[in-house]
């Protein structure tokens, strides 16, 4: 899984598995939060995503704002580059070998 746009992908592994787990009904959810003090936070399913690959995919363009929920919350989808750059992800990481799944999970 290289990025087509120069820019190392942050956890290549970890970036995957966000990916694969983004579909139109689940979005990430950007949480602002300057007003309490703390920093912008990213959850997937509940679960937080690192702010790096949050960053990083919406640098890129492969997820883009859809909505905001009733608590002001921002939806993010995968766009159409970020759905050709997941299923790229998904076969990429399918043709490597045990152990080079592994160095990609310990080496990032």
Same mark, same amino acid.
């Given at each position: ?11 290549r592994?970890?970036t995957l ?8 009904? #689940?979005p ?5 939060g300057?007003?309490?003090?703390y920093? +912008?936070r990213w959850? *997937? ?6 702010p ?5 995919l919406?640098?890129?363009?492969f997820?883009a #704002?859809?909505?905001r929920t009733?608590?002001?919350a921002?939806?993010?989808?995968? +766009?159409?580059a970020? *759905?050709?750059f997941r299923e790229?992800?998904?076969?990429w990481?399918s ?8 160095k990609?999970?310990?080496l990032?």
């Open positions: 899984m290289n990025s087509d746009r120069g820019t190392p992908i942050p956890a592994a970890e598995k966000v990916l694969r787990l983004m579909s139109r009904r #689940e990430i959810m950007m949480l602002p300057d007003e309490d003090g920093g +912008t959850t *997937l399913s509940g679960q937080q995503v690192q790096a690959i949050a960053s990083y919406m640098a890129q363009g997820i #704002e859809t909505g009733d608590f002001g921002r939806k993010l989808t995968l +766009t159409p970020g *759905l050709r790229n992800g998904i076969r990481w043709e490597l070998s045990f152990l080079g799944k592994l990609v999970i310990i990032g």
